[in-house]
């Protein structure tokens, strides 16, 4: 198989951690970012030689990517992590937290099930790249089997609690 594709939504400050450890993950290749921040992206993508767009959705239906990585502000990541998983985005990484309500995550998770899209969460790993190659993993695992689409953070189902923000669970 050949490596999957993977791009990134967000070109802030932990962007390059991720386009670093997409050059080290074994069977990926990082191909593409997107950002509003047009001096963001242009900066990243000419650092990691990437292809640079200005609009997500763009990048998304360009790109046709295998792996979404989403580094974007809080009060933006839902809404892109419902856009891949409406895309039916084969796997989402996403950093904690996601939303602010339990009822929020439920639904997300939810639509990630239903569309068999992996939904993988991250935070201030020590080892975004063990991340990468184990979210890696779990994609190809899904091109052999259609039926392994679950949800999954590494090697756990991912709980409609982990995605809630703030420190705690509104109902």
């Known amino acids: 198989m050949s490596d999957l594709k993977a791009v990134m939504i967000g070109c802030g400050r932990r962007a390059a951690e991720f386009a670093a ?5 074994r ?11 047009r001096e963001q992206v242009d900066t990243l993508a000419a650092e990691f030689e990437l292809t640079a767009y200005y609009e997500a959705m763009e ?12 580094i974007t502000a809080f009060d933006t990541r839902a809404k892109f992590t419902r856009m891949c998983a409406e895309k039916r985005i084969p796997a989402i990484i996403v950093e904690t937290p996601v939303v602010r309500t339990l009822a929020e995550a439920r639904e997300l ?5 239903t569309n068999g899209t992996r939904l993988m969460l991250t935070g201030r790993t020590p080892s975004l790249r ?7 993993e779990a994609v190809k695992r899904s091109f052999r089997d259609p039926d ?9 189902s991912v709980q409609p609690e982990e995605l809630v923000g703030e420190g705690r669970i509104r109902h």
């Open 21 to 25: 450890g997409f050059e080290e993950a």
């Open 27 to 37: 069977g990926v290749s990082c191909a593409a970012c997107a950002d509003v921040d």
């Open 59 to 70: 990048m998304m239906e360009v790109e046709a990517p295998d792996i979404i990585a989403i």
């Open 109 to 113: 998770v939810q639509l990630c099930r």
């Open 130 to 136: 063990e991340l990468l190659n184990s979210c890696a």
């Open 148 to 156: 392994a689409g679950e949800p999954r953070t590494q090697a756990r």
